[in-house]
């Protein structure tokens, strides 16, 4: 957040929304702290990252999506071995995976992907579709339910993304206040 200030907020958001769909779930009280962790913590790696990729207004070249995709494991890397955050660390590297196999860095596929690196795919994606980037404005709640429901069971779990939907029945306005 303090490199980029467009994403300002957007670690402690994904937490957040990370941890009400864990418990929606049913995770235990030590994945919720896991995930809380995880969520602040995805994307750390991002200060590897050079700010003229990080604030481009327009797509990335082939080698920008390289580079960017580089920042769940240099994310981790920074984590390293801290005592009582392997869990997190996961999460925090395989955020990336794709339900299908088609995510990164390691093409895990559905179930093989730490459930909250799943949720913080969820987590991140619904944060970033309605929040304004340099490079489109936010498209709102229902555009970002109709794209997740979209891409259930290709790149999100279908569970983690119903398990969201449970939260926003009401437009999101609950989900919101808690954020």
């Not at 602040?40 to 207004?57: A, R």
């Not at 769940?72 to 801290?82: F, Q, R, T, W």
């Not at 569970?159 to 919101?176: K, Q, R, W, Y």
Request: glycine share 10%.
């Amino acid at each position: 957040d303090a490199k980029c200030d467009y994403t300002a907020g957007h670690s402690l958001r994904v937490s957040r929304i990370a941890v009400l769909i864990g418990r929606q779930l049913g995770l235990t009280d030590e994945q919720l702290r896991d995930l809380a962790l995880g969520g602040i913590l995805h994307d750390i790696g991002k200060i590897g990252v050079p700010e003229s990729i990080l604030w481009k207004p327009d797509k990335l070249t082939e080698e920008e999506k390289s580079i960017m995709s580089r920042h769940p494991v240099k994310s981790a890397e920074i984590i390293g071995d801290l005592k009582g955050l392997k869990r997190a660390r996961e999460y925090v590297k395989h955020h990336h995976e794709y339900y299908d196999g088609n995510g990164y860095p390691d093409g895990l596929s559905g179930e093989t992907i730490p459930i909250g690196a799943r949720i913080i795919l969820v987590s991140d994606a619904y944060d970033a579709m309605t929040t304004d980037r340099p490079y489109r404005n936010a498209i709102g709640h229902v555009r970002a339910i109709e794209e997740l429901k979209k891409l259930a069971g290709t790149q999100f779990d279908p569970n983690v993304v119903n398990a969201l939907l449970a939260l926003t029945e009401d437009g999101g306005t609950e989900m919101d206040k808690v954020i």
